[in-house]
Structure formats: C-alpha cells, structure tokens
C-alpha cells in the first residue's frame, strides 16, 4: 500500500489485529533491540490535570522500515464511577520514521493493555519460576484480565487468585475469566494470605501508597509491578525492592517515575542496585533467574518501545490485508 493515505484503527480493530502471541514476540524483540543498542532512547512526558493526568511517550524503532510512534494517554481514576468512562483513554500515532508520513492512527486503549501485559508475559518467561502455578492478580480491571491472558501464554496455571479494593468488581472479574480461561479463578479479600500462596503476583492498580510488602512474599516469588507509570502513583514496599532482585523495563523511567523511584527517594537504593532491564535479561546480556528461592520484581513503568512494537505490528498486519479506514489529512 503506498503511503498516500493513513490509516485510522478503533479499539476493536487493533484487537481483531494483533493477538497477544503476536505482540509478546514484538515486545520481546523490542527490548531485545534496545539491550543491543540499535534503538534510541523512548521519551516520555506527564502533566497533571485537575482529576488526573496526561503522558506522551515516543518511541523509534527499525522492523521492515523506521518507525515513530507517539501515544497520547489521558488516565482518570474516578473516570468509571463519575462518567462511566474508562480509566484510560487516547491514541498512537504511527509513521514513517524516515520521510515522516502519518502511517496509522489508533486507539490506546487496547494498545495499552495488550502491550502491557505483553511486557509483563516477557518478563514472566525469564523471571518466574518455571513450575509455577499459582497467581495474583491485584486490580480487576481491563489490564488485569489481559494480564492474565498473556501470562497464561507462558506459564502452566492451575489456579489464579483475584483481589480488588471493590469486592464486585473482583467477584465477576474471577467468574469471567474463570470461563474464558478454564483454569479456577477466586476472589479475595485477603491480601496477605493470597499474596503468600501465588508463585506470581501482578499489580496493575492506580494505587497512590504501596500494598505488597516484604513480610508478604515468600521465596521464589516473581512479582510484575505494572500500576506504577508516573511518579504519584505507588504499588510495591521499597523495603522489598531494596532486599530482593530488581529488574526493570527502562531503568532511567523507572528511576523517575516506577516503583523504583519511591525506593530512591527513600534512599533504600540507587540505580546501581537494578540487576538488569528486561532486555538485557531478553538478549542473554545479563541472567534472568540464578536460583528458585530467588524473589525477584519486575518495576513495569510501561515504555514506547512497547507502544511502537505493538503500533507497528497491527499496522502492517492491516496494510498486508488491505484493511482499515483509509483517510488523506492532505484532502
């Protein structure tokens, strides 16, 4: 398809267009990439907003051709009680990194969540135990059950747990994915006794004060910290960060606005203590997991390079089907 025209992609599009093995594989090679230093560093910036907040995060990536992506986020937690809105709402735009042509526009929202959870399906590959079978999952929402999705396209689950500060929401959010996923899924209240009994923890909430702390986990955990994509936001003790293996998305984000940072800024760490960002782990560069008592956490601040991967697949998925709402911004 000659680039005379862009195409614009809805929610249901993206998601009929890229599945999640899809863009676990192109989340992978992302990072890989990046470990080798073949991409530029991806930019983000946040603003505050009265209820909430906007981010931008950029990205260049070389795949079939050099690609930009810039995604526009706005994130407002109060958004589903007071408007019946989702949480997150925005778009990515794509282009052609070298002449600067507007390939794609899409939307965020299902971007988002698939390469959010395909990031955290990376990391469960190389840091989670290999035997392991039980999971938590804390924060029912949209993220929470592609979360699951995706990790159950790496690990052999045989029971999953299911905890939110809203009982109903966790309680339809087990029996629904329950079905889908044909694995026993439970909601719970209690978190400490859940968070001791899962082999995975994945946090994926819009918290503002850290709920897993080190008392919690036992040994050999391996915990995705995902909720934490500004500096407000907050979802794992710094003490269990300063004890254990750290392992990060983009350690100069995670340092500014990850889980990381609240340990920094207690001064429990540096960034000298980081073991590896997930693409040196991805690449062979640095080890993934040495022993299965390790504890291992994973600080998920979310990256454009995920964004630009996931972008950039769902685009050409759609131009070799000749597929997509074709508009000119030249007309």
Do not use: W
Not at 210 to 216: A, D, E, K, L, Q
């Amino acid at each position: 398809m000659a680039d005379t025209e862009t195409l614009i992609f809805s929610r249901s599009d993206v998601e009929r267009l890229l599945t999640l093995d899809e863009c676990i594989a192109a989340v992978e090679d992302a990072f890989a990439q990046h470990a080798h230093g073949k991409t530029s560093p991806p930019g983000v910036l946040g603003m505050h907003a009265e209820d909430g907040g906007f981010h931008i995060k950029a990205a260049l990536l070389t795949l079939d051709r050099p690609y930009f992506a810039a995604k526009t986020n706005g994130n407002f937690a109060q958004n589903g009680a007071r408007h019946g809105l989702p949480t997150i709402q925005g778009v990515v735009v794509l282009c052609d990194a070298s002449n600067g042509f507007p390939l794609a526009v899409m939307d965020s929202i299902s971007i988002t969540a698939l390469r959010t959870a395909a990031a955290t399906a990376v990391a469960a590959k190389y840091l989670s135990r290999k035997d392991s079978k039980a999971a938590l999952v804390c924060g029912c929402g949209t993220q929470g059950a592609t979360q699951l999705r995706a990790l159950c396209r790496v690990r052999r689950l045989e029971r999953i747990q299911a905890y939110d500060q809203d009982a109903g929401k966790a309680a339809k959010f087990a029996k629904d994915l329950s079905t889908e996923l044909g694995i026993p899924i439970v909601a719970v209240n209690d978190l400490s006794k859940a968070v001791a009994s899962s082999d995975i923890v994945i946090t994926c909430t819009t918290s503002k004060r850290f709920f897993i702390t080190h008392g919690m986990v036992r040994p050999g955990t391996f915990i995705a910290a995902v909720g934490a994509d500004n500096p407000e936001k907050q979802e794992i003790d710094p003490q269990l960060l300063a004890r254990h293996t750290v392992v990060v998305d983009i350690l100069d984000q995670c340092c500014a606005i990850g889980d990381l940072h609240h340990a920094i800024d207690a001064k429990v760490m540096t960034r000298a203590d980081v073991h590896a960002e997930l693409g040196q782990v991805a690449a062979g560069l640095k080890p993934a997991r040495t022993s299965d008592d390790q504890i291992i956490v994973f600080d998920s601040s979310g990256t454009a390079l995920q964004d630009v991967a996931a972008a950039a697949a769902v685009y050409r998925r759609a131009a070799g089907l000749k597929q997509g709402l074709q508009f000119s911004f030249n007309a």
